[in-house]
C-alpha cells in the first residue's frame, strides 16, 4: 500500500465534492489500486488547515457544506493562512489545484500555486483552465524539468476525457479538426430558448440549477469556450494556441425565436468551438454560436452534456459526449489523474 | 531512437493496411515519438519471410494488395513456413496479430500464436477477437508474469478506442451498464433496410462496400457483438463473462417492413449489445436488435459508425462512437497500441 499525500486548494463546488468523493471511495481506491490517498492539508478563501496525519475528507466536505472554512478546523485550522504558504511547506506528493478561474486576472492565484508545487517537486491535478491557457508551455516545461505529473483532464468539457482521448488515442495520427460544445451552461440554455422560456427565464432556470456563475459572462459570452478550446489545440494538436487568437462570439444576441425557427427546421443550436489545421501549420480556432444539422454528431447532446469531435487522418472521426447531471463528474476528474499519475 | 522489431501475422485486411501506415507513418513516428517501428517477420496464409534487417512494408502490402503471399519475397520468403515457427524463431520486441478470428476453432491459430509470443518475452498487439474471448484471463496472466504487455484496442468497435477509455478514463468508478454498437456490418444493413431496401439489396450492398464477411451469420447472427461484449464486459468490468452467457439474437428475422415502420415512429433498429451489473455481483449480457428512440445516443450512429455508453457512479454516463468510412482506423489500432506500450 502506497500513500499519497495530497494538497487540495480551493474548496468550492469541485474541492468539496472531491473531498466527497475521497472519503466515499476512499477504501475501493485502496483495495483496487492500492495507493492510500491522504489529504494532508486544504485551503480556501479563508485560510488552511494542515495535519500531516491526514484531515477527515468527510468533515472537511461538511464544514464546506455548512458554509465553514477549513480554517476553523479545531488544532490544524490557520485562519488567514494563504495557500501558497501551505503548498510552501506542506509535505505532500500532490497538489489539487481547484481554485476558481480568474482568467482577467492573470489565471491567479492558481498558476503561482501549481508553479509552486512544481517548483518543490510535486505532481499538479487541476481542473481550473486559467493556467492551463496563460501558460500551457511553460507549465508542461516546469513539470517536465522537475521529472513530475501535470494532469488537467478536467479543464475541458467536465468529465469528459477530451485531453485523455485526443493526446493518448490518437498518437500516430494528424487531427485536421476539432469540433466541441464544451460549454455545459450555454447548451443548457439554449435548449430551454428553443423550448420557447424567455432568455430571462432560462437564465433564472440556469441559475436554480446551479449551472450559470454568479458572473454569467465568462459562459455566455464565450470565454469559457475559447479557453477550453485554446487547451485542446495545445495539447491534442500541439499548436501553441493563445485565447486572443480565438475568433469568439457569445450567445447573448440570439434571440428564442432564432431558437425556435431553428429546431422547427430540423437545427440546433450549440454554441461551437472549432480548431481547424491551415496548409500552412498554423491552427484557425473559432467559438461561435451555430444551428447543426439533425444528423451531426454534436446537434443532439442534451441539457446537461458535453461533447468533442476529432477529425483525424487514420483514426476515422473519434467522437465521445458525456452526460453530467451534476458537477460529481468534474470533480472526478481529479481522481482519475491521480489515478492515472500512479497507475 | 528505439528500434522496435516488430512481427506481424497475418495479411488480410488489417494485416495490409497496417503494413501501409508502418510505410506511410514511420518517419512521422521516428520524428514524434523517437521509435523506429522495423517490420522483421510477416506470415500469411501461405508462408512467412523473415529478415532480421527489415522487410520492406509498403512492398509486403502491395504483394499482398496483388494476390502474392510474403513466402514469396526473394531471399527472405519461406513458403509453407508456419506463422509459429516465425514467432518461436525470430529475433523481435512485439508481435502484431491480426490472423482471422476463429472462434469456432477455439480461436485458431491466434490463440497459439500469442500465447508463443508472450512465452517468448514479446508484447503482443492484436484485434483478433478470438483469443481474447475464449481465454482472456489466462493471457492476461501468462502477459503479467512474463512482465511483458497485452494490448487488444482493436478487438472490440475497430478504430474505437472502447477499451482505453473504459479502463483508463474509469478508473475509481463502478461501470453499472454498458450499451454498445460494435458491429459495423449489422448497422450497415440496417439502415439500408430501414431506408427501404430489400434483404437482398442490403447484403449486396454491404458486401459490395467490404463491410461483409464472406460468411456472414458471424456478424449476422450476433456473434460478432457478443464476442466483443464480453471482451468489455472483462475489460471494463472486470467480470469473467463467458461467450456462453450472451442471451443473443441476431438481425436475421427482422423484416425492412419492422425497419421502416420504427423509423417512421421515430425509432432506430440497432444491433445493441448491454451488460448490466447485477445485486450479486453478477453481469447479464444480451446482444438483440432494438428499436432504439430518437434521443438515444446511439439511434443516431450513422452507416459507418460504432459506439459505446458507460454508466458509471461518479463520471456520468460517458459516450464514444466512431466513424470508419474505410477499415484504416481498425488496422491504425495496432500503431495506437504499439505506441501506447513504448510511451
Chains 1, 2 share one sequence.
Not at 62 to 71: N, P, W
Not at 285 to 311: I, N
Not at 330 to 338: F, K, N, V, W
Request: proline residues 6%.
Amino acid at each position: 500500500m502506497d500513500t499519497i499525500r495530497l494538497l487540495l486548494v480551493g474548496l468550492g463546488n469541485l474541492g468539496r465534492r472531491f473531498c466527497d468523493l475521497l472519503a466515499q471511495k476512499g477504501p475501493e481506491v485502496e483495495a483496487r489500486y492500492g495507493l492510500r490517498l491522504l489529504l494532508v492539508g486544504a485551503a480556501d478563501s479563508r485560510g488552511a488547515a494542515y495535519d500531516p496525519g491526514g484531515l477527515d475528507p468527510a468533515r472537511v466536505a461538511a464544514l464546506k457544506e455548512a458554509g465553514g472554512s477549513v480554517a476553523d478546523l479545531p488544532g490544524v485550522g490557520r485562519p488567514g493562512w494563504p495557500a501558497a504558504e501551505l503548498i510552501a511547506q506542506a509535505d505532500a506528493h500532490l497538489l489539487c489545484e481547484a481554485s476558481p478561474v480568474h482568467l482577467r486576472q492573470g489565471a491567479e492565484p492558481g498558476l503561482s500555486h501549481i508553479r509552486l508545487a512544481l517548483e518543490r517537486g510535486m505532481h499538479v491535478v487541476t481542473p481550473n483552465k486559467g493556467p492551463l491557457v496563460l501558460a500551457y508551455q511553460e507549465l508542461h516545461d516546469r513539470a517536465a524539468r522537475q521529472g513530475v505529473q501535470l494532469r488537467f483532464d478536467g479543464t475541458v468539457a467536465g468529465g469528459l476525457p477530451a485531453i485523455y482521448i485526443g493526446q493518448r488515442d490518437l498518437r500516430g495520427a494528424i487531427v485536421h479538426r476539432i469540433e466541441a460544445v464544451p460549454n455545459l451552461c450555454t447548451g443548457y440554455i439554449l435548449e430551454l430558448l428553443a423550448d420557447g422560456l424567455s432568455w430571462e427565464e432560462a437564465q433564472d432556470r440556469a441559475r436554480a440549477e446551479g449551472v450559470l456563475e454568479a458572473d454569467p459572462s465568462f459562459d455566455l459570452e464565450g470565454w469559457d469556450a475559447a479557453a477550453k478550446l485554446v487547451i485542446l489545440v495545445n495539447g491534442v494538436m500541439g499548436y501553441p494556441a493563445r485565447l486572443e487568437d480565438v475568433d469568439r462570439t457569445g450567445i447573448t444576441a440570439l434571440s428564442g425565436a432564432d431558437m425556435v425557427a431553428a429546431r422547427q427546421e430540423g437545427r440546433f443550436y450549440k454554441l461551437l468551438a472549432t480548431a481547424d489545421r491551415l496548409p500552412d501549420g498554423s491552427v484557425a480556432m473559432r467559438v461561435a454560436p451555430v444551428p447543426l444539422p439533425g444528423d451531426h454528431f454534436l446537434a443532439r447532446l442534451g441539457r446537461k452534456q458535453m461533447g468533442v469531435m476529432y477529425h483525424t487522418d487514420i483514426y476515422g472521426t473519434l467522437m465521445a459526449a458525456i452526460d453530467e447531471p451534476t458537477p460529481l463528474p468534474s470533480a472526478a476528474t481529479m481522481l482519475r489523474d491521480i489515478l492515472d499519475i500512479y497507475r
